[in-house]
């Protein structure tokens, strides 16, 4: 809980800052974006989303405190018993995942706590580029809800799910960790949720401004969304906070939030020409889900 406090203060602090740099950075001249010179053209002239307006935004607001009320209404999952933990066995966990009983890299903890907190300052590349800057507000908002439909999405889902971290079955941790009821919230993880929904966030707000970017410009801007929650991830199961498919799953969840909600916020125009289809995948060992829009 004090993880997600810690979160929210800095969530509150960073649309405070942001709002103000917004307003100095309308000042300045407008110059063509990096992404624009590359393709040598304006991709977009006018913003593709529509303008902010509190009763537009009324449905997503009204799901998201509906979240947040569930997410509080929940109950933490009650701490395991020395017995409970005694009788956990890895081998009954399946292969995939076993690995992670052996990690407690502290550095890769330390070090996925800065990829949480750092994910925050993508938004505010939204200010360098000479279109989105325009549409500063509607980002910004967009920006807000996808961090707190995010957060409680991943509460809720952790609550539930009640699942073991892996660090209980690892002799190597401290019995009063294994004891703690954050240890029951290994489903699924919020770190690599929180840092794929603003990446991706980023990289879909980038791609409908500039439609006609070249192709590599469009496969760097995903391939660096894409990396950010992926080591996020990696980095979780080295410290021995998160199995391999809690961090699979918290990417695709988190994705598919920080894809979704910019576009619910485009104009109808844009959207009947643009679907978002959505691909499962499953195999031996594996699980994939396809996103196309």
Same mark, same amino acid.
């Given at each position: ?94 292969r995939f ?21 750092? +994910?925050? @300052? $993508?938004?505010?590349? /939204?200010?360098s580029n000479?279109?989105?800057? %325009?549409?500063?507000?509607?980002? &910004? ?82 391939t660096f ?31 598919? +939030?920080? @894809? $979704?909600?910019?576009? /619910? ?6 959207? %009947?020409?643009?679907?978002?289809? &959505? ?15």
């Amino acid at each position: 809980m004090q993880k997600k406090n810690l979160l929210l203060q800095v969530i509150g602090i960073f649309l405070i800052t942001f709002s103000a740099v917004a307003q100095e950075e309308h000042k300045h001249k407008e110059k063509q974006c990096f992404i624009c010179k590359k393709s040598g053209t304006h991709d977009v002239h006018e913003s593709p989303y529509k303008n902010f307006s509190f009763k537009s935004e009324l449905p997503i607001l009204a799901g998201t405190v509906g979240l947040a009320i569930t997410s509080r209404l929940l109950k933490a999952p009650t701490p395991l018993t020395l017995m409970e933990i005694n009788a956990l066995d890895k081998n009954d966990l399946n292969r995939f995942d076993r690995y992670a009983t052996s990690q407690n890299s502290i550095r890769a903890k330390n070090a996925s706590d800065i990829f949480l907190t750092g +994910v925050l @300052i $993508l938004p505010t590349l /939204f200010l360098s580029n000479h279109h989105t800057r %325009k549409d500063i507000l509607p980002l &910004l908002a967009m920006s807000g809800e996808v961090i707190l439909i995010n957060v409680a999405i991943t509460d809720i889902v952790k609550k539930l799910a009640r699942r073991t971290r892996p660090l209980v079955y690892n002799p190597n941790f401290s019995l009063e960790e294994k004891m703690e009821s954050n240890a029951r919230v290994s489903f699924f993880s919020g770190h690599t949720s929180h840092t794929a929904a603003l990446s991706f966030l980023f990289a879909k707000v980038i791609n409908d401004y500039h439609p006609e970017a070249k192709r590599s410009i469009k496969i760097g801007v995903w391939t660096f969304a894409a990396a950010i929650p992926a080591i996020t991830g990696y980095l979780r199961i080295r410290a021995g906070k998160h199995f391999p498919t809690d961090t699979i799953t918290g990417f695709m969840a988190g994705g598919l +939030v920080g @894809i $979704l909600i910019p576009h /619910f916020h485009r104009k109808k125009n844009i959207v %009947k020409n643009q679907k978002v289809i &959505l691909t499962p995948s499953l195999g031996v060992g594996m699980a994939s889900l396809q996103l196309r829009f």
